[in-house]
């Protein structure tokens, strides 16, 4: 692959493909069951060639339709495990690899970002590419001061793959939504379009990095890289070692995975509460754990990849907190009041209170005691019972609306326990929520009021 294909035309071309080639093999698997095949051993077979196909398009394409393969891979947890096993691995490959961008257009790229004489602020610079991800690729390099350095390169026409991708990726959302139960999938593309122009601005990112690595410099849990330069569509962070999550989760020991999910929870809630920011890419690929000869509680989560963020300069919004605090209370008259002042209930739409309970419950299982083990099995669960139209949640959750202000937030929370669920871990989620999360903690007393005089 020379480059980024950026004309339009081929791009959408591959993404119109997918369906056909889809519905061919469809046909080819019915002429199989007549011929004698069980049905089982052929429906393995079309999900295998049908996962092959669609991950091959979106990793070769990168652009939009690789971030919608790395979005949707946190989320392969919720799959019936009859139909996991096909698509896991290849949605996996989403998260670290793409093929990448040759080596003299990333020297070129750089000589026209950072001038002719790049290479002097270098003492060397690897042209293999360590990491490919959305919109750009990362080198290992090692900076003049002799840091050891990641350089990020944006692919040349990224912005209009990206913006072409996620377009026809709207059109063909059905091919990937029946294989998520409880996922919509067009909002999702919608919501990644709305955040192209910030994740291709690497002036934003570094910002965001720098106010991260700078809150958490001392930290003895989180570690975020500092930013070494920026210049338009380059950027240079320090080097972050350790484990990829994705290696964690594929065979990982269970301290390693508990230790993972922890930390994962503390940044989720602990991130937004210090910085005013929320970090909004929370797929395997962009965390590592930091392991010494030390015990687990010692081990740090790195953390990389700010170009998608959500501003909370108050950190998590109250509400958030409080509505949980009183559906773990029991109080479902509250808990409804407060969804429809937040624009999650519409004026027009009336709901039962003890069935709005009901439905919250199963979801906010691990904010009700002090350790949750997360599983797939909890995750499809849950998901299975949100998408089965025979079930209340389901006639329930479509008369519910997603305001815009939360819906990054939900994403990113949805994708973090995602993960958790990939992992396994056994996570003090709730310890992490009283000590970062405005409003879950009880709140605080009013004063008493004076007695009145006499």
């Known amino acids: 692959m020379s480059d980024l294909p950026r004309k339009a035309m081929t791009r959408t071309a591959r993404l119109a493909a997918l369906p056909l080639g ?13 011929g004698g095949r069980s049905a089982e051993a052929v429906t393995a077979e079309l999900q295998q060639a049908t996962a092959d196909q669609l991950f091959k398009v979106l990793g070769e394409l990168k652009g939009g339709a690789m971030k919608f393969g790395q979005v949707l891979s946190v989320f392969e947890a919720a799959l019936p495990e009859e139909v996991a096993g096909p698509y ?18 990333v020297h070129a790229a750089l000589a026209e970002r950072l001038g002719k004489d790049w290479r002097s602020s270098f003492r060397s610079f690897d042209d293999r590419p360590a ?3 959305s919109i750009g690729q990362v080198h290992r390099a090692v900076w003049q001061d002799g840091r050891e350095v990641a350089v990020k390169v944006q692919y040349p026409g990224a912005g209009d793959a990206l913006l072409s991708d996620l377009g026809q990726l709207s059109r063909v959302a059905w091919l990937v939504g029946p294989l998520i139960p409880g996922l919509d999938i067009k909002p999702l593309i919608t919501e990644l379009r709305n955040r192209v122009t910030e994740e291709l601005d690497y002036a934003l990112e570094a910002e965001a990095q720098r106010v991260h690595a700078e809150e958490f410099a001392a930290d003895p849990d989180i570690v975020v890289p500092a930013v070494v330069a920026q210049a338009d569509q380059v950027l240079v962070t320090e080097w972050l070692g350790g484990t990829p999550l994705a290696e964690v989760i594929s065979g990982g020991s269970q301290a390693e995975r508990d230790r993972a999910g922890h930390l994962l929870a503390r940044f989720l809630f602990a991130g937004p509460a210090r910085t005013g920011l929320l970090h909004a890419d929370p797929h395997p690929g962009n965390f590592r754990l930091l392991k010494d000869d030390g015990p687990a509680g010692g081990w740090r989560l790195g953390v990389m990849d700010f170009g998608t963020v959500d501003r909370l300069p108050g950190g998590l919004p ?6 949980l605090r009183m559906a773990l209370g029991g109080d479902a008259v509250g808990v409804l009041d407060m969804l429809r002042a937040e624009g999650f ?20 299982e691990p904010a009700a005691v002090d350790r949750f083990h997360f599983t797939r099995a ?6 299975a019972r949100i998408a089965d139209p025979r079930s209340p949640a389901y006639n329930l959750g479509k008369q519910l609306n997603l305001p815009p202000y939360y819906l990054l937030i939900h994403r990113v929370t949805l994708s973090t326990i995602g993960v958790l669920c990939q992992l396994g871990a056994q996570a003090p989620f709730r310890a992490e929520m009283l000590d970062w999360l405005p409003g879950f903690a009880e709140p605080e007393q009013a004063p008493a009021a004076e007695p009145a005089a006499d």
């Open 22 to 34: 889809i519905a061919g093999r469809a046909t080819l698997g019915l002429g199989k069951r007549i």
């Open 345 to 364: 209930v519409k004026p027009a739409i009336e709901l039962d209170p003890d069935a709005v309970l009901d439905y919250l419950r199963p979801i906010i």
């Open 131 to 133: 990491a490919a991800a």
């Open 88 to 105: 896991r691995a290849a949605l996996t490959k989403l998260q670290d690899a793409a093929p990448p961008m040759p080596a003299a257009s």
């Open 378 to 383: 909890w995750m499809r669960s849950q998901a």
């Open 318 to 323: 109250r509400p958030i907190g409080d509505s």
